[in-house]
């Protein structure tokens, strides 16, 4: 018996010393700088204005000096080393990881041996006129090497010849004109459309559906020169040597055109090229304004409609089709040798892991590659993301850790298809439905120098307020005013003047992935043109060789003082969604959306009131969903502010109602012939990639109805769609009543 006492003694002595042991670790790992914190705002105050004071403008300019000396198209080695270059400053900065994630994914490139190009032929097929096969390199570039020619991506091969015809900008609309009201068959021609107003890969796409057999696309100086501005490198506005490069897929969301909803891994299944998703089927070309000119310059036919098809050539703008007069007999032959090939692509992963929610992740990403050497596009992007990844390092080397894991990410092949950023949501699909807050998109951080532009879900509105009050304004003459008080004074909501404009969120860049199909809150902002006044589409350069540092330095943001405020609040976006004990997302917000949105389709649908009623088509069940969902967003709200900080659980229970509430407004099914677009409130157009609409399942079924054939089956279309959206509503509406 006292034997057993005394090995009774020995082994709680036992576990007594170790507890203590492991208490002595614990203990000593959360006052360790770098290790878990209990309370990472309270060992580390003031952490955003340090964050902030961390960033400077010099850095970013170096950045994007450095980044931009080469082209880094993606599948290159160029790219490849630029990766390995930001994955070793990334550990340097002190993020607790940073890998290189390789995927195989389908790329276009065009042939070495046999370039692309258009040309005239005359009576007897001869080639009278070839338009141009490189772009004359900028000063200083003369001698750089891996500058790729003009080309749009993913264009099947093929040398055709055919009368011309000029579709203005290729919209939907444009099409409709000639067709229905012109009386122009575009079957069997290939059609030249100027850039601007909508994707590229539209413009393809519809004149497909039109019939063409190849398409040709130029940058007019009517989109792409500003009035009193020189061409690069004197100014800048676009050379008439200067085309725009770019993709011609209609991916919908699918990613790798191989291997759609899946990940382009080694073991995962591919489709043939022939069958791969969204790749066109007739041969495309860009060229520049002077050779457009050529073309343009003897065309027969009718002319423009009105003025809205007139550009700033010094051509008629006549539709064709063909040619007039003595070049009646001249045609137009497309050259088109561009290989789609398997290639590794890379993007570069790190983190910043949380101290109190690990599991929770806040995903900061832009894309590396670019067209060539990428001056605005991305790079301006990624210079940003650097300088922010440098920042939040450098606060931890120093103790500070956020509450939530912050995941940076240079992603590969966004100019391809967003291919990179799509892959690695697809692989992650899984662990990001469960564990990600919100996504913050880090692509070009500047398109123009005038102010800023956001857009963002609803549930972030709030928070880009305040952040934008707290920042000061970089613009000049705006000195002594906050960013957002200049944001207001020049582009105000044209629905609440009283505010900002906050645009929805549409695509054309990395965070699609992340927000249309899985339901992950996001948010871009960067620095725009004047809305008002700068009517050319997008920025004169874009896609360029002309894209290059000098362009930024000399034009667009001398000081960087631009970029840096843009830093500071995409950094401030990450801090307050890493670092607040409760998310700051406001359901409010979206209910406020909700309601304008569902008013905005309703009236939409009053265009067609005999209709209405004949198919009995209401919209009561949406209001009265949304209605619900106002109600729900009020009690959440009021609910949360009586919240009891201290008790953890319940923090961690309405911040998963939070984090989950942008997944409740996506479908599994996904919108009607688009499966990959899933949120039920937020698409891209179907006619316009870069643009968002809302509700867009109602909205594409009621688009250009009237012509539909069964009118009975078109307007049962538009009642189930409505019943979708309901449906949707209501459910997320349920997601943020307290739990029973």
């Known amino acids: 018996m006292p034997r057993r006492k005394v090995t009774l003694c020995s082994w709680l002595g036992l576990f007594a010393l170790l507890a203590l042991f492991a208490l002595g670790i614990l203990v000593g790992w959360s006052v360790k700088p770098g290790g878990q914190s209990a309370g990472p705002a309270g060992a580390y105050p003031d952490a955003r204005r340090h964050l902030f004071t961390e960033m400077k403008a010099a850095n970013i300019k170096e950045f994007l000096r450095s980044f931009t000396k080469f082209p880094h198209v993606a ?93 203005n900008y290729g919209r939907t609309e444009d099409f409709f004109k000639l067709e229905r009201e012109m009386g122009i068959n575009c079957t069997g021609k290939i059609v030249i459309a100027r850039y601007g107003k909508i994707f590229r890969g539209n413009k393809v796409k519809n004149a497909m559906l039109a019939g063409a057999k190849g398409i040709i696309l130029y940058s007019d100086p009517a989109d792409y020169c500003a009035p009193g501005v020189n061409p690069y490198p004197d100014g800048w506005n676009l050379p008439g040597g200067g085309v725009q490069r770019g993709n011609v897929l209609n991916l919908n969301g699918a990613g790798d055109p191989l291997t759609p909803g899946y990940p382009a891994k080694e073991y995962t299944f591919r489709y043939e090229v022939n069958d791969g998703v969204g790749i066109p089927r007739i041969p495309v070309h860009p060229i520049g304004y002077y050779d457009a000119e050529i073309l343009l310059r003897f065309m027969g036919g009718p002319a423009a409609p009105d003025e809205t098809w007139k550009g700033n050539l010094n051509v008629s703008y006549n539709i064709g089709p063909g040619f007039a007069g003595s070049h009646s007999a001249r045609k137009v032959r497309i050259h088109i040798h561009t290989i789609n090939k398997l290639t590794r692509i890379y993007n570069v992963i790190g983190t910043i892991k949380g101290a109190v929610e690990r599991d929770r992740y806040i995903i900061f990403g832009g894309h590396r590659d670019s067209w060539v050497f990428g001056g605005i596009d991305p790079t301006t992007g990624a210079a940003v993301l650097q300088e922010v990844a440098r920042s939040f390092g450098k606060m931890v080397t120093r103790g500070w850790r956020p509450r939530r894991t912050i995941v940076f990410a240079s992603w590969d092949a966004e100019e391809f298809g967003l291919l990179g950023s799509t892959e690695w949501a697809e692989e992650n699909a899984k662990i ?40 000061s304004s970089p613009d000049e003459g705006y000195e002594s005013k906050s960013l957002y008080e200049s944001w207001l004074e020049k582009d105000p909501s044209p629905e609440s003047p009283h505010l900002p404009r906050i645009n929805k969120l549409g695509s054309g860049s990395d965070f699609e992935a992340y927000f249309q199909r899985l339901g ?142 942008e997944r409740a407004f996506t479908d599994p099914l996904g919108l009607p012939g688009r499966q990959f677009y899933r949120h039920v409130i937020f698409a891209p157009s179907s006619h316009n990639k870069y643009a968002g609409v809302s509700f867009p399942g109602i909205y594409d079924a009621m688009f250009d109805i009237a ?33 029973v």
């Not at 750089?144 to 003009?150: E, F, I, M, Q, T």
């Not at 009975?712 to 739990?739: D, M, N, P």
């Open 432 to 471: 990001l439905h469960a564990r990600a807050v919100a996504y913050v998109n880090t692509d070009s951080s500047i398109e123009g120098n005038y102010t800023l532009r956001v857009d963002c879900s609803p549930l972030l509105n709030q928070l880009v307020y305040r952040l934008a009050k707290e920042l």
């Open 75 to 167: 599948g290159t080695e160029q790219n490849l080393h630029l990766a390995k270059e930001i994955q070793a400053q990334w550990k340097n900065f002190g993020l607790d990881t940073a890998k290189l994630v390789h995927y195989d994914v389908l790329l276009s490139y065009p042939n070495e041996s046999a370039p692309n190009y258009v040309s005239i032929t005359d009576e007897r097929g001869n080639e009278i006129f070839n338009t141009s096969l490189f772009e004359a390199p900028p000063p200083g570039y003369e001698n750089v090497s891996g500058v790729l020619p003009p080309y749009n991506a993913f264009s099947p091969q093929g040398v055709l010849t055919a009368d011309l015809v000029y579709v």
């Open 520 to 661: 992950i809150t996001s948010v871009r902002a960067r620095y725009t043109k004047n809305r008002k006044l700068d009517k050319f589409s997008s920025y004169p350069l874009y896609h360029t060789i002309y894209e290059t540092f000098e362009l930024v330095e000399r034009f667009y943001d001398p000081t960087f003082r631009k970029q840096l405020s843009v830093a500071r609040m995409r950094a401030g976006l990450v801090y307050k969604l890493a670092d607040s004990q409760v998310i700051p997302f406001d359901c409010q917000d979206y209910a406020e959306a909700l309601g304008s949105y569902a008013q905005e389709i309703y009236g939409l649908a009053q265009k067609h009131k005999t209709e209405l009623v004949t198919y009995e088509v209401s919209f009561d069940a949406l209001f009265s969903s949304v209605a619900n969902f106002t109600a729900a967003a009020t009690d959440f709200h009021q609910r949360l502010s009586q919240l009891d900080t201290s008790n953890l659980l319940a923090v961690r229970s309405v911040n998963d109602q939070l984090m989950l509430l």
């Open 707 to 739: 012509s539909k054939e069964d009118q009975r089956k078109a307007w049962q279309e538009v009642k189930r769609q409505i019943s979708i959206a309901a449906f949707t509503v209501q459910s997320a509406a349920g997601t943020l009543t307290a739990a």
